[in-house]
């Protein structure tokens, strides 16, 4: 079944430590997005991507990096956590040729740095 | 960059009534979505309306655009326990590459 998938679900760090939450999607699509979002709050992009070798920054500076080397897979990347990236991040795809259609989401990685 | 703004922000309704959220835009669209968002979860995509039509229907939820008055209102009728989310929507942003969220409507909807 097509999908989009979010590793891990839950995560708790230290401060200082390397973090890379995992997005993959099997639905071909070239676009995928990170979104940060507190709760209860409006989502901010933070990095896209068009495809293979793309990625951009988003409207809210981030401290994160991303990288697209194969089309399913957006990882995303926390050199250094801080109490302040304490947040919830969703990772999203959706055709780049055709925008009648939505996003799908991966149900988020809700990270939690102590 | 362009953001649709949902009003009310948040919505408490009995099971069997209807709910209408609205979201107003700042310049003119191509597209406006609206999506589902379950506590701690992540959005569930609802309807896309064009800017083109007018009104749209995908089973309990009815979507209208006013482009006009830069403004969609999102009508779930006959609405249950499970419909309690909060409700976004999304309009392209001023460069027309990607699609930006509102802050949110919190239905509940009581048993």
């Known amino acids: 079944e097509a999908d989009i998938y979010q590793t891990p679900r839950y995560l708790v760090i230290g401060t200082g430590k390397k973090i890379t939450l995992e997005c993959s999607q099997t639905m071909g699509h070239d676009k995928m997005y990170w979104y940060q979002q507190d709760p209860g709050m409006e989502l901010h992009l933070i990095h896209y991507?068009?495809?293979?070798?793309?990625?951009e920054k988003g409207d809210l500076s981030s401290e994160s990096t991303v990288s697209r080397i194969r089309t399913e897979h957006f990882p995303l990347t926390l050199e250094s956590a801080r109490p302040s990236h304490t947040s919830q991040y969703l990772c999203?795809?959706?055709?780049?040729?055709?925008?009648?259609?939505?996003?799908?989401f991966g149900s988020g990685t809700r990270l939690t740095v102590v | 960059s362009q953001q649709g703004e949902e009003d009310p922000q948040a919505l408490s309704i009995q099971e069997g009534e209807n709910a209408t959220m609205n979201c107003s835009y700042k310049?003119?669209?191509?597209?406006l979505q609206w999506y589902r968002q379950n506590s701690g979860r992540g959005l569930v995509h609802l309807i896309l309306i064009r800017s083109n039509e007018r009104e749209k229907h995908s089973g309990r939820l009815r979507v209208t655009l006013d482009t006009s008055k830069k403004s969609s209102s999102l009508l779930i009728t006959a609405s249950r326990a499970a419909d309690t989310a909060s409700y976004f929507c999304?309009?392209?942003?001023?460069?027309?590459?990607?699609?930006?969220f509102g802050p949110g409507t919190r239905l509940s909807v009581l048993p």
């Open positions: 999304a309009t392209d942003d001023n460069y027309g590459q990607n699609f930006v």
């Open positions: 999203a795809s959706s055709p780049i040729t055709d925008r009648g259609y939505g996003y799908t």
């Open positions: 991507s068009y495809g293979v070798n793309s990625t």
């Open positions: 310049t003119s669209i191509n597209n």
